[in-house]
């Protein structure tokens, strides 16, 4: 039997391209799906409106708010129903809090994502121009916006990967795996934690099939 590999053959921060050699296709589908469904990232869940005289409803803006990707370090923040804090409201380790406070006073003005104000520095908008709303002249906004870690796999908003993908490559044993990122992890962010989490479900099914009680002479 020829023994598996794999080599990064394109690698930004947006997007790697990884090709397999003599892997079970089952295994890349396995890391695209955990790319996409169960690798955590950031997004706000929860708006504390204080101001809005603007024509967008509260939940619009609230759902809008949410689909911006936020800059996520891997590893520095828990699941909320993980952490220790118990708190429905959370902790430091278990969500963020962003501020908004804008105005717009003789002119229509565009309010985007650089005006958040991130009370942690690693956890920012990864860009700065996605607008949030438009105000018309003596319009307010303000608001206190909670993010939390979240998976694919209970809404899209916590998706890091728009794009994963598994491709034939040019030979009969190659598998290509694509995956793109939204700018919350890097690509290879989102590879390594889908890795990690392969890893640990293969574990825990073999400490399942291991605590199997099998009956001798069975
Ligand atoms: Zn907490």
Known sequence: M???SLKVVEKTNERIVVQFNNTPRQYVNALRRLAIS????LAIDDV???????VMHDEA????????????DPGRFVMPHECD???????????VLLVLDAEA?????????GELVSEDETVKPVSKDIPIIVLAPNQKLKFEAYARLGTGKSHAKWQPAPVAVVKDGKDENEIML?????????????LKEAAERLHLKIKG??????SLKIPKNA
């Open 2 to 4: 020829v023994s598996p």
């Open 38 to 41: 169960e690798v955590p990232t």
């Open 48 to 54: 504390v409106i204080l101001e809005n005289s603007s």
């Open 61 to 72: 803006l609230a759902h809008r708010l949410g689909l911006i990707p936020l800059r996520t």
């Open 85 to 95: 804090c118990g708190s429905a409201l959370g902790c430091a380790k278990c969500r």
């Open 105 to 113: 006073t003789d002119k229509t003005k565009v309010v985007t994502s």
């Open 178 to 190: 694509v995956i793109e990122s939204n700018g919350a992890l890097t690509a290879e962010e989102i």
């Open 205 to 210: 099914f073999k400490q399942t099939v291991e």
